[in-house]
Structure formats: C-alpha cells, structure tokens
C-alpha cells in the first residue's frame, strides 16, 4: 500500500509526466511524499520547518530558480491562500501553469471562488481520494492582498500589539481560550520564558511587556508564525528569542515558564500521538522546579496526557470551552 498522501497520489496520477526540476512544490503537507522519485528534482518553497531531501526554501527566503509550473498543496486558510498566491505571482512567468490540489475536507472546493483575483483560467483537471486537482494561470493584474494584519488586544485592563500574517492563528481576533490563559496568568513571572506554539507571539508578548523581570523565546512550526511574532515583537518595542521548530526539537535552553495553547492537530485530524510527544518535550524542556501552563479545548483529553508526564496537575481555570492546566513536578 503507498504511503504517498491522497493529494500526492493525485498529483502523480495526472501530472506525473510533467512533473521535472523546473517544476516548484509549494507547501507540501506531508514532508515524507517528497521523497518520492517523481518528486525529488523538484525544488519546493515551505513555510514550516520541514526536514526534505529537496532543494528548499523556507520563508522568508524565496525560490530564485527558472521554473515554468509550480504545485501548490492548497492551505486550509483562505486568506493565506490569497496572500501565497500573490507571492508566488512574483516568482512565476506570467505564462506558468499553477496546480492546486487538496483534501476536499481542505477547502480545495473554494479555490475558484477564493482565487478569483489572482488566477485566470482555473479549470479542474481530476478528482480522486477524496481531492481535488485545478490548474490555472497568475493574472498580472491582481491586487495584492495585505500582508501583517495589526491589533491591540487588551486583557484585564493590560494592552499588547499584535501583527498577524494571514493563516496565522488568531487573525483578527483573539482565540478564548489564549485569553482564558492571558487572565489567569501568576501574579509573579520571572527568568526563562517559552512560549511554545507561539502563533503571533501574543502569549509571550503580554508576559514580556507586563513582567519585566523575564526573558522570553519562541517557537512554532511556522515560518509565517515566527515572521508575525518577530513584528509584534517590534511593535510593543520587545525582544526575544525565535525558533523555527517542530515540536522543541531545536530547543536547547530550559525554562522556569512554557506557556502553551498546543496544536492538536496534523494536518486535519486531531493527534493525541502529536500532543503527547509535545508535553514530554515541554516536560525535559523545563528547569527543576519549572512549570508548564497549558490551554486547551476541555473536551481534549489532556489531564491524563499531562499526568503521564508530571507529579502535579492542577486546574487553573475554565470556562464553558477551554480549560488552563499548570503541570510540573515534585
Ligand atoms: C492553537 S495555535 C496557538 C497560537 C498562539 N499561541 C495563540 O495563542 O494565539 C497553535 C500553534 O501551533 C503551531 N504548531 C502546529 N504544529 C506545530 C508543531 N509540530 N510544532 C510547533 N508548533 C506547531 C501552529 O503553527 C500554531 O501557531
């Protein structure tokens, strides 16, 4: 049985005579397909940290090769969709054949309609596995879609500036359940600080405005997440440290504080196996005595997860959706 992704099994079907080392991957979803013979001349533009055997970019670096088609593993948020179309206009001949392909569960059904201004002759060309596959053409007269996207969000009276790329967790509004956490935060916050899966960096951001006395990092698996925190971070006039990373696994410092809202998904489904190997790295992750808080959807079943990681778990809050654990150890 293959273990290529159904969008990748698609794309191989239909395009697999085409496909050549003029041909850009945008964004692959499942980092393992592109090891795929058809795949590896392929020079691929990521925006996470992703361990390829390709020639890669990871933004924001852009691929600077000749190509004259690109795959675009389309993104469940539409206005990232938007905003990676209007860059990848910047690097294709006005002549390139775009693809498109995804998950219906995805969204890939939207494209026509999200990708109206900035491709023409969009045509679907197959389905099958339960995914779509579209090419079209850049067209030279899009606008060009915004790019950070600023807020001020203001918890308990306190004020924190916030830059959000598109697709990045949190555009527009803050997410209840980082509030949820953002108010029940300790009275006293000092020395390391990780805010993992940072997103826009908002976690980290209030702690490092409002509790002087620490010095925060970040990490997330996005490059879109690190670029907006390295903004927000500029505007409330703070510093900190950024890690590109999947999971912690380029993290070498340890922590007095990780503060969380984890991802629990790969990909479109929920992953225990995912979330449970994060609160074992944020666990080594800590100095003796550190603590982790973690946020979560009440109906994920973290306290067992975070039992078989710490001594002590305890409820710090909830609401009718979410609620913040604090875990650490004797
Ligand atoms: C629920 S959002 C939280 C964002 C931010 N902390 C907030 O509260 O607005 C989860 C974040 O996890 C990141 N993420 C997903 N998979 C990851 C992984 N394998 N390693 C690190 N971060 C990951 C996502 O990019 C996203 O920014």
């Known amino acids: 049985m293959s273990t290529l992704s159904p969008a990748s099994q698609l794309i191989l079907k239909h395009l697999s005579e085409k496909i050549d080392k003029q041909t850009l991957i945008i964004d692959p979803l499942e980092a393992q397909d592109l090891a795929h013979p058809d795949f590896l001349s392929c020079e691929v533009w990521s925006f996470r940290d992703l361990q390829l055997p390709n020639t890669m970019f990871i933004w924001p670096e852009k691929p600077n090769?000749?190509?004259?088609?690109?795959?675009?593993?389309?993104?469940?948020?539409?206005?990232?969709?938007?905003?990676?179309?209007?860059?990848?206009?910047?690097?294709?001949?006005?002549?390139?054949?775009?693809?498109?392909?995804?998950?219906?569960?995805?969204?890939?059904?939207?494209?026509?309609?999200?990708?109206?201004?900035?491709?023409?002759?969009?045509?679907?060309?197959?389905?099958?596995?339960?995914?779509?596959?579209?090419?079209?053409?850049?067209?030279?007269?899009?606008?060009?879609?915004?790019?950070?996207?600023?807020h001020q969000y203001t918890i308990e009276q306190k004020s924190v500036n916030i830059a959000n790329l598109p697709g990045?967790?949190?555009?527009?509004?803050?997410?209840?359940?980082?509030?949820?956490?953002?108010?029940h935060l300790p009275a006293e916050i000092n020395g390391r600080?990780?805010?993992?899966?940072?997103?826009?960096?908002?976690?980290?951001?209030?702690?490092?405005?409002?509790y002087p006395n620490t010095l925060l990092s970040f990490s997330d698996i996005d490059a879109l997440a690190i670029d907006s925190t390295r903004e927000t971070l500029k505007q409330n006039q703070l510093t900190g440290e950024l890690h590109l990373s999947n999971g912690l696994k380029k993290i070498s410092s340890k922590y007095k504080y990780i503060f969380t809202n984890p991802p629990f998904h790969t990909g479109?489904?929920?992953?225990?196996?995912?979330?449970?190997?994060?609160?074992?790295?944020?666990?080594?992750?800590?100095?003796?005595?550190?603590?982790?808080?973690?946020?979560?959807n009440r109906f994920l079943k973290y306290p067992q997860i975070l039992q078989n990681h710490f001594d002590l778990v305890e409820v710090i809050a909830e609401d009718n959706k979410f609620k913040l654990y604090c875990a650490y150890n004797r």
Do not use: R
Request: charged share 20%; aromatic share 10%.
């Open 168 to 183: 990045v967790f949190s555009f527009g509004e803050l997410d209840k359940g980082t509030e949820l956490l953002l108010s």
């Open 268 to 296: 479109l489904k929920i992953d225990y196996y995912i979330s449970e190997a994060f609160i074992k790295e944020c666990g080594q992750q800590l100095e003796s005595g550190g603590k982790l808080y973690l946020v979560a």
């Open 65 to 150: 090769g000749q190509y004259h088609q690109a795959i675009v593993f389309f993104p469940k948020a539409k206005e990232k969709a938007k905003w990676l179309l209007s860059q990848l206009a910047e690097i294709l001949p006005p002549e390139a054949n775009i693809y498109l392909v995804g998950e219906n569960k995805g969204g890939i059904k939207t494209c026509q309609k999200v990708l109206a201004d900035q491709l023409i002759n969009i045509h679907k060309q197959a389905s099958g596995k339960h995914c779509l596959l579209y090419s079209a053409q850049p067209n030279p007269n899009a606008t060009k879609p915004a790019g950070f996207n600023f």
């Open 193 to 210: 600080v990780l805010d993992f899966a940072c997103g826009c960096g908002v976690i980290g951001a209030f702690i490092a405005k409002h």
